[in-house]
T-cell receptor, first 115, second 111 residues
Framework: DTGVSQNPRHKITKRGQNVTFRCDPI?????LYWYRQTLGQGPEFLTY????????KSRLLSDRFSAERPKGSFSTLEIQRTEQGDSAMYLC?????????????FGPGTRLLVL | KQEVTQIPAALSVPEGENLVLNCSFT??????LQWFRQDPGKGLTSLLL?????REQTSGRLNASLDKSSGRSTLYIAASQPGDSATYLC??????????FGAGTILRVKS
């Protein structure tokens, strides 16, 4: 257990529904990251926050995806009008934020299945 | 665009063998390289982090090397055990604070 928690751990939804995932980072960590991992592949970067500011967004993050970190603590990732191609494991990670070259600690992930 | 490749894609060895996992990356402008372990259906556990200025890191039975100029890293596992069975992921940290991952090597250690 790295100290990063994610909820829910599993989500099954029907195509077209909206879903929201939550990530709670390690308490003193300023940076928070979202990644997506499909079966048989490594995780792909989606976005990251420094405190409450969203500093980087991947082109993978279409306009159906939105991420927030309102008070610089927990973060939510919402997917609107889900599609079957959104089925994946969504991973959250956090890091201290003091130096660029530092370890990111990953949560257990939320596995999404879109039917 | 950075691309990370891991070879082999899968590996099955008898318990006690020493083994090497390979990782290559196309753009040498990286800040660091990390090796992670992922158990089925679980998140990632960081094993070793090598800064771009370093050549290797060791932790217990694990040793990772980095040759930034040639875009290569290896993870050496000594005296493998069944508990080492997992997927091993290599990732490089590049500008924008994002990790770029390879697809992983699935390791099975048979008892």
């Amino acid at each position: 257990d790295t100290g990063v928690s994610q909820n829910p751990r599993h989500k099954i939804t029907k195509r077209g529904q909206n879903v929201t995932f939550r990530c709670d980072p390690i308490s003193e960590h300023n940076r928070l990251y979202w990644y997506r991992q499909t079966l048989g592949q490594g995780p792909e970067f989606l976005t990251y926050f420094q405190n409450e500011a969203q500093l980087e967004k991947s082109r993978l993050l279409s306009d159906r995806f939105s991420a927030e970190r309102p008070k610089g603590s927990f973060s939510t990732l919402e997917i609107q009008r889900t599609e079957q191609g959104d089925s994946a494991m969504y991973l959250c990670a956090s890091s201290l934020g003091g130096r660029l070259q530092e370890t990111q600690y990953f949560g257990p992930g939320t596995r999404l299945l879109v039917l | 665009k950075q691309e990370v490749t891991q070879i082999p894609a899968a590996l099955s060895v008898p318990e006690g063998e020493n083994l090497v996992l390979n990782c290559s990356f196309t753009d040498s402008a990286i800040y660091n390289l990390q090796w992670f372990r992922q158990d089925p259906g679980k998140g990632l556990t960081s094993l070793l982090l090598i800064q771009s200025s370093q050549r290797e890191q060791t932790s217990g039975r694990l040793n990772a090397s980095l040759d930034k100029s040639s875009g290569r890293s290896t993870l050496y596992i000594a005296a493998s055990q069944p508990g080492d069975s997992a997927t091993y992921l290599c990732a490089v940290l590049e500008y924008g604070n994002k990790l770029v991952f390879g697809a992983g090597t699935i390791l099975r250690v048979k008892s």
